[in-house]
């Protein structure tokens, strides 16, 4: 499977971005899939996840009331809905075939990266 991320930019803060993580190859139905992010000079960080069925989702701390994450099986995509961003919140942004519980979020094996999105927050 090749993954696709988008939507990146450049956002004052408080705005809203939403960010596309679109496959092709395969069907996106087997795959959990997980955002991570990486801002410069820092560790990458795992920010959120959702399992094939979306029935498990997770959310980093420093996103969790901010940051929607969400499928459509049928568009072969994957969605991060970011709100309330704040200049922290910049960074590239990834997405990846993970393994995800509501509790972590792990890349998966031979896992699978698209490309990354930039998220720029500032004033």
């Known amino acids: 499977v090749q993954l696709q991320a988008s939507g990146g930019g450049l956002v004052q803060p408080g705005g809203s971005l939403r960010l596309s993580c679109a496959a092709s190859g395969s069907t996106l139905d087997y795959y959990v899939i997980g955002w991570f992010r990486q801002a410069p000079g820092k560790e990458r960080e795992g920010v959120s996840c959702i399992t094939s069925s979306a029935g498990t989702t997770y959310y980093a701390d420093s996103v969790k009331g901010r940051f929607t994450i969400s499928r459509n099986n049928a568009k072969n995509t994957v969605y991060l809905q970011m709100t309330s961003l704040q200049p922290e919140d910049t960074a590239v942004y990834y997405c990846?075939?993970?393994?995800?519980?509501?509790?972590?979020?792990?890349?998966?094996?031979?896992?699978?990266w698209g490309q990354g999105t930039l998220v720029t927050v500032s004033s």
């Open positions: 990846a075939t993970v393994i995800c519980t509501p509790y972590t979020i792990v890349v998966a094996p031979k896992g699978y």
